[in-house]
């Protein structure tokens, strides 16, 4: 998720469309990778309810997906380089903030009410 802010913060900063279409590439690219992670987490931790757990991350995806551009629209109303500039730290900002406590407060072993079946 470093790398993911970092692409960002990157694409924040440059002026070079080159510069910034490889960090945006870098960043969608450790996106992918990431999501991958939380999956397997999610298979360990929820074992034969995994299915459930898929169906509920999947769902605030598309709960993200018709939000996020009503706040595009809202921070970028004239879809200027500063705009977007603005926007890009922020969602650096957002993403390093909620997964710092990602590798303290999770877990591979499965949950309780996993082992009860």
Not at 31 to 59: D, E, N, P, W, Y
Not at 68 to 78: K, M, S
Request: include cysteine.
């Amino acid at each position: 998720m470093i790398g993911l802010a970092a692409g960002f913060v990157v694409m924040s900063l440059t002026s070079s469309r080159t510069i910034a279409q490889i960090s945006y590439t870098f960043a969608v690219t450790l996106s992918g990778i990431t999501i991958m992670g939380t999956v397997k987490c999610l298979q360990l931790r929820c074992q034969q309810h995994v299915h459930f757990a898929t169906v509920v991350v999947a769902f605030m995806a598309c709960i993200w997906q018709f939000l996020v551009p009503l706040g595009v629209g809202y921070l970028c109303p004239n879809n200027t380089p500063e705009e977007w500039s603005f926007l890009f730290f922020i969602v650096s900002g957002i993403v390093l903030i909620v997964n710092i406590p990602f590798p303290f407060l999770t877990t591979a072993e499965a949950a309780d009410y996993a082992k009860r079946f």
